[in-house]
């Protein structure tokens, strides 16, 4: 669950991340041969993977291993145990809450990471609702798909770079520095806002799941009001990773915002979970 503010940092952030891709696919287009060009995507899918698979689990508990809320730690991670019983969940789920002035939750694999202030923030039986939608996403096995996700973009950027190549070799000549900047960027664009689409899905989805384990989408929806009325700014890099787009406050934010966001608006969410109450 995460800050629905609009944040510059992941503007800059996911606006870095599809011109890198872009850039690639360009490059790729108008350079390399068609086994290297297959290499590079390769190798970019691989170090995705490996970045989010191993690198960020890895940093984060290194990350919170300081940090621990004495007084209701030992209740959060009861309010956890009881909701994975409900679920009939089989394997571990870590929980860590992290030092941050940034009010969100996330999960990654098998593990559960809360932001101090969000816990300061929210009282039991909303934390028990946050802690509901994030062990949908484990429970959905929700990493490993953002991976795949994430790794559309620089697939159809590739994928741009190698046909212009293989039109190349059949004697159709090297597409135009325009030409190729243009598929791949479009092709980007179109990725991207598959994978945001994707993504949103899978946020009604924990919504939905975490209302019937706690049984109390009320409190789901007053996590996420009470969260949204807080400002926040100073996100670090990896902190907008997580983040993602931004999601506006109200749905009439702008198209192409709307399109590439990876959450729901509030309104959206709210609207959702009232149909359940
Ligand atoms: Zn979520």
Redesign the pocket.
């Known amino acids: 669950?995460q800050h629905p503010a609009i944040l510059k940092q992941d503007i800059k952030y996911w606006s870095a991340v599809g011109a890198a891709y872009a850039v690639s696919g360009t490059l790729m287009a108008c350079l390399l041969t068609p086994l290297a060009a297959v290499a590079i995507g390769a190798c970019a899918i691989a170090a995705t993977a490996g970045i989010y698979k191993h690198l960020l689990p890895r940093a984060i508990k290194d990350e919170t291993a300081e940090s621990r809320l004495v007084q209701r730690g030992e209740k959060l991670r009861g309010m956890l145990d009881r909701l994975i019983a409900r679920a009939g969940y089989k394997k571990d789920v870590s929980l860590y809450t992290r030092k941050a002035p940034t009010t969100s939750a996330w999960s990654m694999l098998d593990l559960i990471i809360a932001d101090e202030a969000l816990v300061r923030v929210l009282d039991d039986d909303e934390m028990e609702a946050v802690l509901g939608?994030e062990l949908s996403?484990v429970m959905g096995r929700e990493a490993s798909q953002k991976v795949t996700l994430l790794c559309t973009p620089i697939v159809a950027s590739a994928g741009v770079g190698i046909l212009s190549v293989f039109n190349a070799v059949a004697g159709q000549g090297a597409p135009s520095l325009p030409v190729a900047a243009g598929l791949s960027l479009a092709a980007v664009f179109a990725t991207e806002a598959i994978f945001a689409y994707a993504l949103r899905t899978r946020?009604y989805r924990?919504d939905a799941r975490s209302a019937l384990l706690t049984g109390r989408p009320g409190k789901l929806v007053s996590a996420l009001t009470k969260v949204t009325s807080i400002d926040q700014n100073g996100l670090s890099a990896v902190d907008a990773m997580f983040h993602g787009i931004p999601v506006p406050l109200e749905p009439e934010e702008k198209p192409l915002q709307r399109l590439l966001s990876h959450h729901p608006t509030l309104r959206q969410r709210v609207a959702a979970l009232e149909k359940l109450m």
């Open positions: 669950m939608h996403h946020e924990a």
